[in-house]
């Protein structure tokens, strides 16, 4: 009696091999999912608690433990509880939950990107002004310090003045 095989086709082989890089990210962490989409793992403090990616829509949720600050190269940035934000290679777009410091106010983050990998350098859209700083800055996560107000930027404007309990 003859057998017979059944290859699979290769369509399934490069099906496959595109969605690997998704299948890894997201059994990974978010650090490794930063890099593999062409941005520094430093960009997100090392206190991410959990996150999620939708696949079909790119939004990136991030759930840090509570609101906190980090430094990097002595410009202060600060994490709400949760940043949002669409995830393309190269690029966090529509970002929420995440405030920079500049001149004494704290301005939101709009967009990060990484134009040329070559360059060295990474792009802050802070809606007044794009800032740039090199990519070395951002290569580790950094500590995040708990926020002493716990106020953050998205407060303020939800109309949070009063301090939270705790």
Known sequence: MATTSHNPPPLFFFLLLLSLPSLLAAGGSIHSLLVSHGLPAGLLPRSVRDFSLDPSTGLLSVRLDRACRADYDRSPVHF????????????????TGLSQEELFLWLPVKEISVADQKS????????????QLSASVFENPPDCQPEESGIGYNDILEGGFQKKDQ
Do not use: C, P, W
Request: aromatic residues 8%.
């Open 120 to 131: 060295g350098v990474i792009s802050f859209d802070i809606g007044v002004a794009r800032k």
């Open 80 to 95: 709400d509880r949760v940043v949002e934000a669409n995830l393309t290679y190269g690029s966090l777009s529509a970002v």
